[in-house]
């Protein structure tokens, strides 16, 4: 396994043994109704040892199984904290921007950051709202584009 963000958090690539089980399991979970309550009990079952059971939020049970329904398709996850600060290097990589780029931004203030020592620190939640800021900005423009290529004919 390799780490996409730093040491802090571990990208996990399934294996396709990975995936297929990661398949099959959020198949079952999702049969579930797991509905408003505020947490549920999972069993966990080792070999030769007693069960034990486990309650855990509902909302971590939404996640698990949205990890597992990524990882059944073969993709890579990373869980990251929304307050996780992370370089300019690994924010570009996120952007899928060049770092010069990436460092543009942040000195133009698009995006907030702050310096440890010689280095900018960028939260992922900043990023993130950046990314959606921008992500908004280019659908309209797109749509835009797509109207006046309706209106001059042009087979959109």
Do not use: W
């Not at 990661?22 to 549920?40: P, Q, Y």
């Not at 780029?101 to 993130?128: A, H, Q, S, W």
Request: with cysteine; hydrophobic share 40%; glycine share 4%.
């Amino acid at each position: 396994m390799t780490s996409l963000i730093s040491e802090n958090f571990e990208t996990v690539a399934p294996s396709e043994a990975d995936a297929l089980l990661a398949r099959e399991s959020s198949r079952r979970l999702a049969t579930h109704k797991i509905g408003k309550r505020s947490g549920v009990r999972i069993q966990l079952l080792n070999d030769g040892e007693e069960a034990e059971t486990v309650a855990v939020p509902t909302s971590a049970l939404r996640v698990f199984l949205h990890l597992l329904t990524e990882m059944s398709h073969g993709n890579a996850v990373t869980l990251i904290p929304t307050h996780a600060e992370i370089t300019t290097q690994q924010a570009a990589d996120l952007l899928n921007v060049s770092r010069p780029y990436l460092v543009k931004l942040l000195d133009e203030r698009k995006i907030p950051c702050r310096t440890v020592g010689k280095n900018r620190r960028v939260r992922f939640d900043d990023l993130m709202a950046y990314k959606r800021k921008d992500d908004e900005a280019r659908a309209k423009i797109l749509d835009q584009l797509t109207a006046e290529a309706q209106e001059l004919g042009m087979g959109y």
